[in-house]
């Protein structure tokens, strides 16, 4: 059984009561996956989704030619393969573990059978997928209309939020990430992120060293919406 005062955390369960949370920890599972683990394949059944409580977790889509797409890197805090929740489909991506990692997991045939009990829970999930839904929407909007230099940038602010430790400095990105990983979030090759960089940095935006620490994300973000 989950901890309590861990699923309460959960943005997808913040606000249900203490009974219904109850009967989430009821079917929470828990297990540490090493780095390079696989949890789920691109094109295999979806039978649960999946919550980060320590640990870093790469979501990314394989061409045919074997080139990837990352979609995202989920850190503390974040849940992954809800999609799947209540439509019975395949996952869409492959969630790939980027460093030793503990991950909870519910399955969603037990979720469905609680659904079916609490009608609160059930409007809880409906929200996060609405939720999901509009974030992919954006997600196809930028990439048909943003250029290479928002896209990084929608990128960097993206991880900021999920990876981002604030320091006097700026908001530094507290994530292991290769200039070809960040072009693979972005859309774009590693080339034109590298050009993409050297300009944020040049404008003061950003500073790079071991990591990248954003120093002015109101300017980062007038870069994405210009």
């Not at 400095?169 to 960040?182: A, F, H, P, V, Y």
Request: proline share 1%; aromatic share 8%; charged share 30%.
């Amino acid at each position: 059984m989950a901890d309590f005062s861990l699923l309460r955390k959960m943005f997808m369960f913040r606000d249900l009561s203490d009974e219904s949370l109850i009967k989430v920890c009821s079917i929470w599972h828990e297990r540490m996956y090493k780095k390079g683990k696989i949890i789920f394949m691109e094109g295999e059944p979806g039978y649960a989704f999946y919550y980060v409580i320590s640990g870093k977790v790469k979501i990314y889509n394989t061409a045919s030619d074997g080139r990837e797409h990352i979609i995202h890197i989920f850190g503390d805090g974040n849940v992954f393969g809800e999609v799947t929740i209540l439509n019975n489909i395949a996952y869409p991506a492959t969630a790939e573990v980027l460093e030793d990692s503990r991950i909870g997991m519910i399955k969603n045939d037990e979720l469905e059978l609680l659904m079916k009990e609490d009608g609160s829970l059930a409007f809880e999930l409906i929200k996060v997928l609405c939720r999901r839904l509009h974030m992919a929407s954006i997600e196809i909007r930028n990439l048909a209309f943003k250029d290479t230099l928002q896209r990084t940038a929608i990128s960097l602010l993206k991880l900021s939020q999920s990876h981002g430790v604030k320091t006097s400095r700026g908001i530094e990105l507290n994530i292991d990430i290769t200039r070809q990983e960040l072009a693979d979030v972005a859309g774009t090759t590693r080339e034109s992120v590298t050009r993409a960089l050297s300009k944020l940095k040049k404008d003061k935006i950003i500073d790079m060293g071991d990591t990248i620490i954003i120093k002015d994300v109101d300017q980062l973000i007038k870069w994405i919406d210009n």
